[in-house]
């Protein structure tokens, strides 16, 4: 994991209509946020589309000028390697700390960027944990590398040779 951060994500909702869709998408192109993470589905009566974009307010004011009305929600947003069950390692650690994920979904990137977005119960407190996890993975890997052995030879500290 590379880092959880608080984030807008925008939702808007194109009511069973094709072209809004297509009208959607371009707004967000042609107002020039990035969008890190999309999601959508259908919802019964329409598509609903989720946005986290490098620029919320300016997303949001290019939908709202294109005639779309427009939620937003603070979310948590963890970018993790490249790979399959990351979404269900967080889940699993949010779960044990007591937090629950209210809402969940991973995207990959064009870049080779993978993110997954959280709506829990205490975000603040996700991120929190989210956080101290990622740095004690770092520090792990950290002292892994200064412990490696190269080529061959083993140091043996003097604590382990009296022993």
């Known amino acids: ?9 925008i939702t808007v909702r194109a ?10 998408i371009a707004s967000v192109v042609s107002c020039g ?10 919802d019964g009566s329409g598509t609903v589309v989720r946005l986290v974009t490098q620029d919320a307010a300016r997303t949001g004011r290019a939908l709202t000028a294109a005639g779309f009305e427009c939620d ?3 979310v948590v947003l963890v970018e993790v390697p490249d790979g399959p ?35 829990t119960s205490e975000d603040d407190r996700a991120i929190y944990l989210l956080e101290v996890d990622a740095l004690i993975h770092q520090l792990a890997g950290a002292h892994c590398e200064h412990t490696a052995v190269n080529d061959g030879d ?3 500290s003097p604590a382990m040779q009296t022993a």
């Open 85 to 119: 069950g990351a979404l269900a390692i967080l889940v699993e650690r949010l779960r044990i700390a007591g937090i629950n994920v209210l809402l969940s979904y991973a995207f990959r990137s064009d870049n080779h960027r993978s993110y997954i977005v959280l709506k």
């Open 1 to 9: 994991m590379r880092g959880a951060t608080r984030q807008i994500q």
């Open 154 to 156: 083993v140091e043996v």
């Open 33 to 42: 946020a990035e969008v890190l993470v999309a999601s959508s589905h259908w």
């Open 15 to 24: 009511n069973n209509q094709p072209a809004l869709l297509s009208k959607l």
């Open 72 to 74: 937003v929600d603070f």
